[in-house]
């Protein structure tokens, strides 16, 4: 049987938010993978690339380690998932896992100036909907939203730096 909404909410999350006011760019993603859990640091698998992707387009000043990903806010760089009770690849997780509805209020509430999900499969959950790499029409509040590619191992077949470089001018452009 399956806690109450309410409990599932009350229970601690896979890996923490690193969320707070005033932060530029937002990078969510599905889920936490087996390894980050286990390491308890958001992109842990040595063959995700989204460290070294930060890093290559400019986000990060250096190469960071999964877990110092704590030192991001100060970057103006926040993380989350959709899934935050659940970890494992897509295809594993329960029908149920995504909580469109608490992404959207934490969003609301921290106002980020970009969230970017960080594969597509995050952004379809989300919106409702498929759609393409890049800046969305669609926002959440005043936040605008972005679609990047699967940094994840698994995804390497859909891997295109493009859109991460598009992302990271678009972050360094002035509120």
Known sequence: MKPPVMLQ???APILPDLLQPGLDLVFCGTAAGRRSAREKAYYAHPGNLFWRTLHAVQLTPR????????LLPAL??????LAK???????ELPRDAFDVVALRERIAHFAPRLLAFTSKAAARAALGRATDYGLQEACFGSTQLFVLPSPSGQARGHWDLAPWQ???ALARQPR
């Open 9 to 11: 909410r009350m229970r």
């Open 76 to 81: 103006g760089i926040g993380l989350t998932d």
């Open 85 to 91: 009770h659940h970890m494992g690849n897509d295809d």
């Open 63 to 70: 190469l960071f380690a999964p877990a110092e990903f704590p």
């Open 166 to 168: 598009a992302l990271a």
